[in-house]
């Protein structure tokens, strides 16, 4: 069975939008998906960005809030509200959905996430944000955001972002596929799907 | 009839995408497609970029050519063939296109630019280059260059420039309907059209 590796960071908007379709869209296919996040932050520091370059550069971001609006409604998501501040910090939510990956909730705990974040505004650094997603999910709380605090899955998250700086990942979401080959941004989603069944 | 603006700029490869086909996907929708260059550089400069972005930042530009090496595999153009320096000084080109938008054979022009750029991997600084595709559209180069350097058609080119940046626009391609609303990428020239007729 072909695969694909998903590569998103939960403060990117455009990551919310393959978050949310990129399973279905793989199982049409007959693709699987791996979850993969990992933190942009050290990636823009690489290139001297402090901040998301849709903040950095104002005509672009006022863009791209314009692009996101059109683009859930093409989709049939719901209307976006925007987190303050955004980007939102997004360690916390990383370091649990890796838990997650392990234990086989990571892609539902993702998408709620991606959906509170983008869907409602909510903050997603705020532990109780994440307790209330995980609580809905049946499991408990503080037994898993401790859990996401263990050494070895700090170390897991920072490796994953060395990983996507070596495949050449510059921003997300990107896709990568097992010939190596790099998918950049939502619109590039079934492109990478193509190319991963080939 | 319904229009649309398309805001290119020479030096842009993903201009060069858009170029190439715009006024078929534009002919079979019935709309009418203005082609507007203009130099990206003013706006770049003013987020504090001296070059393009795609040379600043390294995985971006590798990634760049990969992904247009794909696009035009995609969309039945010739293989990409690198100008060399990248980005090419698009200044001379776009102050013909624009006489050439006056006299009625702009969008010809700019697509025989674009393809010995990007096609071709020729110098589209050279005036002996855009001589070249002049001859081959029946005019006089040294008539047109001329006119070219007049005063007004300097004007006109940063008049666009300071029309571009009213509009938000950021990079290029962009798309502009009549309703303001704005529309960035090669990969929003379909959704640009869908709005400019409804």
Redesign the interface.
Known sequence: MSGITFWFDFASTYSYLSAMRIDAEASARGITVEWQPFLLGPIFQA?GWETSPFN??A??G??MW??MD?EVA?LGLPPVKRPDPFPQNSLLAARVALVGNTAGWGADFSRAVFAAEFAEGRQISDPAVLGGILEGFGLDPPTVLAHAQDPEVKLELRRAGERA?AL????APSFTCADG?????N??LE?AMKNAVT
Chains 1, 2 share one sequence.
Not at 168 to 171: K, L, M, P, S
């Open positions: 290139q950095l550069h005509a672009k006022r863009y314009r692009d059109r093409r700086a050449g990942v510059f921003g080959d790099l998918f950049w941004g619109d590039r492109a």
